[in-house]
């Protein structure tokens, strides 16, 4: 009798449940007065934009690197209330369900079929989806295949069918329809893959011509300190430079810009203005490049994504600017009757044009190849947006940019700020290094002075080559040592980096062990 009692409550109170897991799946609607279901709308609206762009986790050490990437939050006004989830309902299953829900809501708000009015682009809160003619659009996302969706939610109203592993197995092929949606609006209409060979050729330097171009316009400037009109300067020699290599005319230069935040100088009584403008960033370290992509591959280029695209920006920014300054000064040495100059000169180049063609070749070039294998596939949104994850923590930590304990870890404190980390803090200094010997010329007057700077610079390379060779030793156990020691093996083939850091064993006797 107790069984049949309880069956009877059962049922009633799970017609209710399947009916508002039927309405929040299908059409992305919540109809709970009294706040029961144990998916909540936010009470603050004002903070919610009609883009649905996600916010970057704030709380990054607690995730690896991949996870933190991947991490999409659509900020639609929904959250999960964890007190209010069954008890046979895991925690996972309940992300899937609300997952589903916003996503139906954001294909609601698709900018190309939505009229964006002024009401919209104010921040002001956003319409309901039944405004937005909702009825027209269910079919876009589920076809023929909402009817039958809806019968099996129906049929989980029988107690004797109501089981945990049944409500799993809908809200998964549920799920998988939004997915294949959702890569079907970005792949085919968004033209994803298009865009990430924009991402390669503008974020990663893949167009070298380009940029090659834009250094002899901009270097004087970004050597500086920001002023006010650094960003216009910047975006009018972008221009010029597209224009010097003929990609004026192109529709993706348009997608690009340039952004040097200016930082008012906090003058004090006292301090000069000589001292304080040495501690402003210069425009290396502080340029930025935008990207205006389409709708809806902000959920793949969220603002923590597009941050670490422009670490990566600057850095192989830095490596192309020193390699062609110490190329450039080839003309200057090339007759020079000094021996310890034109040695120093031959190392620093040899150094960096090794650099550069491991950051091209062996870290972006192969990365990027696995991602487009990838990205070809799958026909799954959310197994593409994870691919994209591990490609850009891939040549994060293989630019040494980040110390990744493990590629795929998931405990705390696997990421650490790059300028912790030991090989990329080297790294700069020989970029400074180099930065100094080129602007050389300006400081020499005479025959003694320039050997004093060449003995001075001499000591510094061989200091900082075997401050790396040392490195190797104490990281090569760990999986970003694999990287380091791909790149020394290039730069040490014939054993002449081992010998300048004093070292009893070559770098490659060292990694067979």
Known sequence: MVHEAVIKIFTCINKVFVNQLCTWLLYGELRDPYQEFFIYRNNKDDNISDTFLSSPSTNACDKSLVSTLQDTIIDCGYNLNPTMIPYFVPLSLAQEILFIGKTVILFGFDPRKVKRSSYFMNNRPIMPLQKCGADSRRFTIWEEKEAEFHDKLQKLKNPEVFEVCNLRSVVRDIKECVTKHLWTVAVEEAQLIHELRLMKDFYLLGRGEL???????????????TTRTSTRDMNHAFQLAARAVFLSNSADIEKFSFELPYVKPNISANSSIEDDSSTVADGWSSIILKYDFKWPLHLLFTPEVL??????????????????????????????????????HNKLMFLMDHLQHYMQADVLETNFSRLMDAVNKTTDFEKLKKAHATFLAD????????????????????????INNPVFCNIMELIKLCHSFCSMGDLVTDKEAEDYYIRGYSDRFNKLVKQLMQLLVSVRERPCGVYLARLLMRLDYNRWLSGEAQLTQSVTNMLRY
Request: hydrophobic share 40%.
């Open 211 to 225: 940029f090659l171009e834009l250094l002899r316009l901009t270097a004087p400037m970004l050597d500086k300190p």
């Open 307 to 344: 941050a670490r695209y422009n670490d990566m920006f600057r850095l192989l920014l830095r490596i192309k600017k020193t390699q062609h300054d110490l190329h450039a000064l080839w003309k200057t040495y090339k007759q020079s009757t000094s021996f310890s100059m034109c040695q120093l």
């Open 395 to 418: 040549i994060l930590g293989q630019s040494f940019l980040t110390v990744i304990s493990s590629s795929d870890s998931e405990c705390s404190g696997d990421t650490i700020d790059s």
